[in-house]
């Protein structure tokens, strides 16, 4: 479900944004696609239709989406508002960079960093580890935020738009396999210690 959540929008932004210049007719109602205002317009419907289905299916509404959608739709709102791409453009970095903060933030606050509350009821490892994997995170949600600009200010449009899909997808199983390969020494010890009867 958070996968769905998280890239279903972005994938129906990109597939509307592509179809610039056309014309959809449903129901006897039309709509010529004007470009990344048409997408945005769509990002912020399927943003606002994920909110419910989420709590329909699990009882429940992530924070991680909510602050998506929040991003979403105060960043989106403005590119349509304001008539600007360069509020949706920067909706990704604005978000991760407010991420990186918040897990640095959490290694200082409190008994636990946001890595082991969203994981530390899966594993137990030694929090000196938990530690290292937030400062992994930390600098990932910095190097995508910077990436994003980047892209948003040396390439086209359309090269963004592309880029905002597949990095979504690209950086999203990184970082899970980076994490997986900084907790699976762990997590074979752990295995091996329940075969043994170990407590």
């Not at 769905?4 to 109602?29: C, H, K, R």
């Not at 449009?157 to 999203?172: A, D, H, N, P, R």
């Amino acid at each position: 479900m958070k996968q769905l959540a998280e890239f279903v929008p972005i994938v129906l932004f990109f597939v509307i944004y592509q179809m610039d210049g056309s014309t959809i007719n449903l129901l006897g109602w039309s709509h010529t696609v004007d470009g990344i205002y048409s997408a945005t317009k769509a990002l912020l419907m399927a943003t606002l239709l994920i909110l419910p289905l989420q709590w329909w299916l699990t009882g429940y509404l992530e924070k991680r989406l909510l602050w998506t959608s929040a991003a979403v739709f105060v960043f989106g709102g403005a590119t349509l508002f304001f008539k600007n791409e360069l509020f949706i453009q920067w909706k990704p970095t604005v978000f991760n960079w407010g991420m990186a903060i918040a897990f640095a933030i959490s290694q200082f606050w409190g008994d636990k960093n946001l890595i082991e509350r969203l994981m530390g009821a899966q594993i137990q490892i030694p929090q000196a580890i938990w530690q290292r994997i937030c400062w992994v995170w930390v600098g990932h949600f910095s190097m995508v935020g910077a990436l994003n600009l980047f892209v948003a200010y040396q390439f086209s449009e359309s090269t963004w738009v592309s880029y905002k899909l597949w990095s979504g997808i690209g950086f999203t199983l990184f970082i899970m396999v980076i994490t997986m390969i900084m907790i699976g020494p762990w997590v074979k010890a752990e295995s091996v210690r329940q075969d043994r009867g170990e407590s």
